[in-house]
């Protein structure tokens, strides 16, 4: 592992988004795998601005996110289709088609996960993930468990990852409590992986994830394994590595 600690969120997302920027200037037909949250999106802004520039071109990406909630509509405030539309569709040209996200609607959600997994071989692989890390160390959203998953699945959320996303729903009784999410071996199919981590509240988990043993109890730690992983982490959440 790479491991790069680098100031505060700001640094984090410059050098990601030059990282992200990089690879699709080298690679024009990129497959990126996508996250939400608040970790990337600093990185999301600053590849808008180096799209409008015209420093980079997103004509031939194309992209899957790794997780969205179940039976929330895809037009809700809080879907991460929502999220996408808002942060990185409607300010990059990646053409519609080429974008991908899992339906947390499906009416079999078995074969959703299944379909899900052939598009991603079919498009010939993730060539770069971004990943932030959950305060339990899900990556995606998998979370704790006695096995890591391996492709992509659905999952009941953890009471700890409810309570952290409910800061964007009016209730918590409003957070969807199962979601679809890449798994754990979908993930480590990408060829090159970047993890951003940021702020204090995720020194622990990023100790445990990048410096403890490698545990499905912590999905991140399987990171450890992947041959080409770089971390970028602000010195906040890197003070106990
Ligand atoms: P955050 O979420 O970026 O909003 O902290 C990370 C995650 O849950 O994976």
């Known amino acids: 592992m790479d491991i790069r600690v680098v100031k505060d969120y700001e640094e984090m997302s410059r050098v990601a988004a030059e990282i992200i920027a990089r690879q699709v200037r080298h690679k024009p037909e990129s497959v990126l795998g996508l996250a939400t949250g608040s970790t990337p999106e600093g990185v999301y802004a600053i590849l808008a601005d180096k799209f409008k520039s015209g420093e980079v071109d997103f004509a031939k990406v194309s992209t899957f996110n790794l997780d969205e909630y179940c039976g929330l509509p895809e037009s809700d405030d809080q879907s991460y289709h929502t999220f996408m539309e808002n942060h990185v569709f409607s300010k990059l040209n990646i053409a519609p088609e080429n974008t991908h996200i899992p339906d947390g609607n499906a ?19 993730v060539d770069l993930q ?13 979370e704790p468990s006695s096995e890591f998953s391996d492709g992509t699945t659905i999952v009941h959320l953890d009471e700890s990852t409810i309570e952290a996303n409910s800061r964007f729903f009016i209730d918590k009784t409003l957070v969807p409590t199962t979601a679809i999410t890449m798994g754990v071996g979908t993930i480590m199919k990408a060829r090159q992986i970047l993890l951003m981590i940021s702020g204090e509240k995720k020194a622990e988990i990023a100790y445990k994830a990048l410096k403890g043993p490698v545990t499905p109890l912590v999905s991140a730690s399987k990171l450890q394994e992947h041959p080409n992983v770089t971390v970028i982490i602000d010195e906040a959440a890197g003070r106990l590595l």
Not at 107 to 125: M, N, P, T, V
Not at 130 to 142: P, Q, S, T, V, Y
């Open 107 to 125: 009416k079999s959600l078995e074969k959703e996960c299944a379909s899900y997994d052939q598009k991603i071989a079919e498009s010939g692989g």
């Open 130 to 142: 971004i990943l932030g890390i959950g305060i339990d160390g899900h990556i995606g959203f998998n």
